[in-house]
C-alpha cells in the first residue's frame, strides 16, 4: 500500500468513526431518561418492590418501538418514604443522572420534600401514590398527580359510608403523617357535615407494633360503625387483626366494617386472614376490569412476574404510559414533558383516566374503586364509581 | 369502662413481658463488659425471621421455632462477639466496639434486606388469633399467653442461673471486678462469651414471640430496641430486678396512655419519664451499687 492509499483508507477510517459516533451520540440523545425515587428500605419498602415491576414492564413494551424514535430508560433512587433520605436521593438523581423527568414517591411527606427540588431544577415530577392536598394545592407548576388526593378519596369515602353502609358513627386511626392526618381530617369533616359522628380521632407513629391497646380503646367506645383507618400495610395487618381479636369488626364477630385506603397493596387480605372479613377499602386498580388496556396488562405481567399486578404494579405502570404519551405529542426534554403533561386529555391507563386541573391534579374518579373483602378472603368490586 | 381498664392491664403486661425479654439482653451485655450492643435490635429481627421460616417454610412447629430462635440468636451473639468485641475489647478501645456494633446493625439490616425483600411478612402463629375470653369482657389471645408463659420462665431460669449456679456467680464476679476474678481462676474471657450467647439467645427468643405481634420486615427491631434501652435506663444499667419492672411498668405506662390520652403521646410519656429517672435518679428505678448488678 503506496503513502497516498494509506493517508485515503485513514481518512475514510476517521470520517467512518466520526460517522459512527455522531450516530451514537445522537441514538443516545434519543433517550428519555426517567429517574425513579421510590421506598426501597423501610416500612413502605413494598411500594418501591411493585413500582419497580410496573415500570420496568412499560419501559420493555415501549422500548420494543420506542416512542416518535425515543427510548426510554430509568435509574432507581431509594427514597425511604421519608422527607431526608428522599431529598438526598433526589438530589442524587438530579445531580448524577440528569433525568428529564422523575416519577414517585409513593409517601406525601417524601414528595412534598423533594418537590421545591423538582421545581428548582425544573424536572416535572409525576406522583401516582401521596395523597396529602399539598401535594397539588398549592402544589408547583412541576409536580403531577394522577392519583385522586385526599380530599377526593375522603370525601368519597365519607359520602359511601354515610349513604350506602348507613353508618352514623365512627372512629378513625391513623399515623401521625402529613397524608395520614389530612384524610383523616378530611373524612371527618364531610361524614360530620353529612350528620354523622366522630366518636374517637386516634393517631400513632409509625414506630407502633401492638396495636392490642389501641384496638381495646375502640372496644371501649360502643357501637362503632365504620373504622377508617389510614396506615402502611405492615401497621394495617396488625390494626385488622387486633379488631377482630377485640370483636370490634366483622372479622371477629362484631358490626363495624373497616374502610381502608388506596394505601394498602394487593394481597392484605390473605395476609390479614378471616379478621379482614368485610373489609371495604378503595383500590386504584380493578383487574376484574374489562377494558382491553386493563386485561393486557394483566396478562403481560402475569406472564412477566408469573404474579398477579397489585394497584401499586398498575399505577407505576401509567406513571410510564402518562410521560410516553405526552413525548408521543412531541415531548423532548423536560420543559416540553411538562408542558404536554399538563395538557393530557382522554388518556386512558390501566387505573383509570387521566386529565390534569391547572393544579396538575388528575380530575377523573374513575381511578377509585371499592372492593369488598368476602369470607373466602377473595374481593367483590363494588362498583360505587 | 372497668372492663376497659382491666384489659389494658393485660395488654400492658403482655407488650412489657417482650420488652423485658428483649431488655435484659442489654443490661446482662452491659452489666458485664460497659458496653452497648447496637446489633441487638437484629438479633430480635432474625430470631423473628428464623421462627418464620422454621414454621412457614420447613413446616415446623411454632412452639419448636421459638427453641430454634434461642439457638439461632445465641448463635449470632457469638459470632458478633468473636467477629467484634473480643478483639476490639484486646485494644483496649471503649469507643471502638461501640461504633462496631452500629456498623454490624447496618450490615445486619441491608442483608436481611437482600435475603428476604422489603414486603412486610403475615406471620401468624396458630396462636396468634385465637382468643380466650376472660372474665368481664376481658380477653387475651393465646399468643400473648405464650409470651407471658415463655418470659416468666425465662425470667426466672435467668435469675436462677445468675445466683445459684457457679457460673452465674462467676459471672457477676466478672461484672464486678474483671481483673481479680482473672485472679480467682475464672477465664473473663469466656464468660464474656457466654453473656453475649445468653443476652442474644434471649433476643432471639424475643424475636420469635415478638414475631406474630410485630409489623415483620428486616427493619422490626429497631423499633423494640429504643424502648429496650428505655427500659435499661430506666431500670438502672445492668439492673436484671430493675430491668424487669422498668419493662413491665413501660408496656403499662404505653397501654393506659393510649386508653386514657393518645397513643400518639406513648413516646412522649415514656421518654419524659427516662428524662425524669436521669435527672432525679440517675441508679435507675433499683438503686444498687454497680458491683451488685447482674
Not at chain 1, 407505576?316 to 403533561?341: E, K, N, Y
Not at chain 2, 452500629?102 to 436481611?112: D, E, K
Not at chain 2, 411478612?121 to 407471658?148: C, E, M
Request: aromatic share 10%; hydrophobic share 50%.
Amino acid at each position: 500500500m503506496d503513502k497516498r492509499s494509506s493517508v485515503f483508507f485513514l481518512g475514510a477510517a476517521a470520517i467512518i468513526a466520526l460517522a459512527g459516533f455522531t450516530a451514537e451520540a445522537s441514538a443516545q440523545d434519543k433517550v428519555i431518561r426517567i429517574g425513579g425515587l421510590f421506598p426501597m428500605s423501610g416500612p413502605g419498602a413494598y411500594f418501591g418492590a411493585q413500582d419497580k415491576q410496573g415500570i420496568e414492564l412499560a419501559i420493555d413494551q415501549l422500548n420494543k418501538t420506542g416512542v416518535n424514535g425515543y427510548k426510554f430508560e430509568v435509574r432507581f433512587e431509594d427514597s425511604a418514604c421519608s422527607p431526608l433520605p428522599a431529598t438526598q436521593a433526589a438530589k442524587r438523581l438530579l445531580d448524577q443522572y440528569k433525568p428529564h423527568v422523575v416519577i414517585g414517591e409513593e409517601c406525601s411527606d417524601a414528595t412534598l420534600a423533594v418537590m421545591p427540588l423538582m421545581a428548582q431544577a425544573k424536572v416535572p415530577l409525576l406522583n401516582a401514590g401521596s395523597s396529602s392536598i399539598k401535594v397539588t394545592d398549592p402544589g408547583n407548576p412541576w409536580t403531577f398527580r394522577i392519583m385522586p388526593n385526599e380530599v377526593m378519596q375522603g370525601v368519597d369515602i365519607a359520602t359511601n359510608a354515610y349513604k350506602r353502609l348507613n353508618a352514623r358513627k365512627a372512629a378513625l386511626l391513623y399515623e401521625n403523617t402529613n397524608a395520614g392526618i389530612g384524610n383523616a381530617k378530611v373524612f371527618a369533616e364531610t361524614f360530620k357535615n353529612l350528620g354523622g359522628e366522630i366518636l374517637a380521632e386516634i393517631g400513632f407513629g409509625r414506630d407502633v407494633n401492638d396495636f392490642t391497646a389501641i384496638a381495646t380503646r375502640v372496644a371501649g367506645l360502643g357501637k362503632v360503625d365504620v373504622i377508617p383507618t389510614y396506615t402502611l400495610e405492615g401497621q394495617g395487618l396488625r390494626i385488622t387483626q387486633a379488631l377482630a381479636q377485640a370483636s370490634v369488626t366483622k372479622g371477629g364477630g362484631g358490626q363495624a366494617i373497616q374502610l381502608g385506603t388506596i394505601w394498602l397493596p394487593f394481597g392484605f387480605e390473605q395476609k390479614a386472614g378471616k379478621a379482614a372479613l368485610g373489609y371495604v377499602r378503595i383500590v386504584q386498580f380493578d383487574p376484574t376490569d374489562k377494558r382491553g388496556v386493563v386485561q393486557d396488562f394483566v396478562g403481560t405481567f402475569t406472564a412477566k412476574y408469573n404474579q398477579a399486578p397489585t394497584h401499586i404494579n398498575a399505577h407505576a405502570f401509567d406513571q410510564i404510559l402518562v410521560i410516553a404519551d405526552a413525548v408521543r405529542r412531541g415531548a423532548t426534554d423536560s420543559q416540553s414533558i411538562r408542558d404536554l403533561m399538563a395538557t393530557t386529555k382522554g388518556f386512558a391507563g390501566v387505573t383509570g383516566s387521566v386529565e390534569f386541573d391547572k393544579s396538575n391534579q388528575n380530575i377523573k374518579m374513575d381511578t377509585i374503586h371499592y372492593m369488598e373483602t368476602l369470607p373466602d378472603l377473595s374481593w367483590k368490586a363494588l362498583g360505587w364509581n | 369502662m372497668s372492663t376497659v381498664i382491666l384489659q389494658q392491664g393485660i395488654n400492658g403486661i403482655v407488650f412489657g413481658s417482650l420488652y423485658v425479654l428483649v431488655a435484659l439482653g442489654l443490661t446482662l451485655i452491659y452489666g458485664v463488659l460497659v458496653q452497648i450492643n447496637f446489633a441487638h435490635a437484629d438479633v430480635v429481627t432474625l430470631g423473628a425471621f428464623a421462627a418464620y421460616f422454621f414454621t412457614f417454610v420447613f413446616g415446623g412447629n411454632y412452639l419448636v421455632s421459638i427453641g430454634v430462635a434461642l439457638v439461632v440468636g445465641a448463635a449470632l451473639g457469638w459470632l458478633v462477639n468473636a467477629a467484634i468485641f473480643a478483639p476490639l475489647r484486646e485494644r483496649g478501645s471503649e469507643l471502638l466496639p461501640l461504633i462496631a456494633t452500629i456498623g454490624a446493625s447496618i450490615l445486619l439490616q441491608n442483608a436481611m434486606l437482600i435475603w428476604f425483600g422489603p414486603i412486610p411478612y403475615a406471620f401468624d402463629s396458630p396462636y396468634s388469633n385465637a382468643v380466650l375470653r376472660l372474665w368481664g369482657g376481658t380477653y387475651i389471645t393465646w399468643q400473648n399467653l405464650i409470651i407471658i408463659g415463655v418470659s416468666t420462665l425465662t425470667i426466672a431460669m435467668l435469675y436462677a442461673f445468675m445466683k445459684l449456679t457457679y457460673m452465674g456467680k462467676a459471672l457477676r464476679a466478672v461484672a464486678q471486678d474483671r481483673e481479680t476474678a482473672g485472679l480467682m481462676g475464672i477465664d473473663p474471657n469466656k464468660l464474656i462469651m457466654l453473656t453475649f450467647v445468653i443476652a442474644s439467645a434471649l433476643a432471639g427468643m424475643g424475636g420469635a414471640m415478638l414475631g406474630p405481634i410485630l409489623v415483620l420486615t428486616p427493619f422490626a427491631g429497631t423499633t423494640v430496641i429504643v424502648k429496650a434501652f428505655a427500659i435499661v435506663i430506666i431500670g438502672g444499667f445492668g439492673n436484671v430486678e430493675g430491668t424487669i419492672i422498668a419493662g413491665l411498668l413501660v408496656g403499662l405506662i404505653e397501654s393506659y396512655t393510649t386508653q386514657l390520652v393518645n397513643p400518639g403521646l406513648t413516646d412522649i410519656v415514656v421518654f419524659t419519664l427516662l428524662l425524669a429517672m436521669l435527672a432525679l435518679r440517675p441508679t435507675g428505678l433499683i438503686a444498687e451499687k454497680r458491683e451488685e448488678n447482674v
